[in-house]
């Protein structure tokens, strides 16, 4: 079983409408969770960090954290074909100074 | 704006050859980070250091190096490189605390012929 799991995709969700990105991982004491954006050919950039069970909206981000069920999700309102990318969860085990990453989401917004 | 700088953004090496990556960071973090992404693997960790001389090996260390000889420079050494070497390779920064994610420099495209 891999440690952080995604969905490779593609997601192909149009114009407008809500994306929703999952991720899965297997260190039940894992702290810290971060979504990273990278579009193609370039490196990866921090969308979102989250720490607590719950929701944490950040514009039309909302990362949810589900700690019980080993769940991290991103949501994209107003999805717009700017957002195209490969979305990566990633992870922090528990004691752990490195990130473990996800193979990535392949996010495609139809005009 | 803080920065992750890799010297290089394509490189062509022989194989054999000996490669080094270099990647500067102006941010005064403690931890840097060498991964390198593959097509359906993902970032996979090859080595990291918390401190100046410190480091630790990742999950796929065989066949690389590392120097961290002073805090905002983190070289990766491919001492014999391979063609099964070819990929992008990552380097990323960040502060020490489980809340602190990465900043990542711009990436090193290296191909192995």
């Known amino acids: 079983q891999k440690e952080v799991e995604q969905n490779s995709g593609p997601l192909s969700v149009p114009e407008g409408a809500i994306a929703s990105l999952n991720c899965t991982y297997s260190?039940?004491?894992?702290?810290?969770f971060f979504w990273y954006r990278q579009y193609s050919g370039k490196s990866p950039e921090l969308i979102m960090s989250?720490?607590?069970?719950g929701d944490k909206e950040d514009g039309r981000f909302t990362a949810q954290l589900n700690k019980a069920s080993q769940y991290v999700s991103l949501l994209i309102r107003d999805s717009q074909p700017s957002d195209s990318a490969t979305y990566l969860c990633?992870?922090?085990?528990?004691?752990?100074?490195?990130?473990?990453f996800g193979s990535g989401t392949r996010l495609q917004v139809q005009p | 704006d803080v920065k992750v700088t890799q010297s290089s953004r394509y490189l062509v090496k022989r194989t054999g050859e000996k490669v080094f990556l270099e990647c500067v960071q102006d941010?005064?973090?403690?931890?840097m980070f060498w991964y390198r992404q593959d097509p359906g693997l993902g970032l996979r960790l090859i080595y990291f250091?918390?401190?100046?001389?410190?480091?630790e090996k990742g999950d796929i260390p065989e066949g690389y190096s590392v120097s961290r000889e002073k805090k905002e420079r983190f070289s990766l050494i491919l001492e014999s490189a391979s063609t099964n070497q070819t990929s992008m390779y990552l380097c990323?920064?960040?502060?020490?605390?489980?809340?602190?994610?990465?900043?990542f420099g711009s990436g090193t495209r290296l191909t192995v012929v």
């Open positions: 990323a920064s960040s502060q020490t605390g489980g809340s602190y994610g990465y900043t």
């Open positions: 260190d039940r004491g894992s702290q810290s």
């Open positions: 989250i720490y607590s069970n």
């Open positions: 990633a992870v922090r085990n528990t004691g752990r100074r490195a990130l473990t």
């Open positions: 941010m005064d973090h403690e931890n």
């Open positions: 250091s918390y401190d100046v001389k410190m480091k």
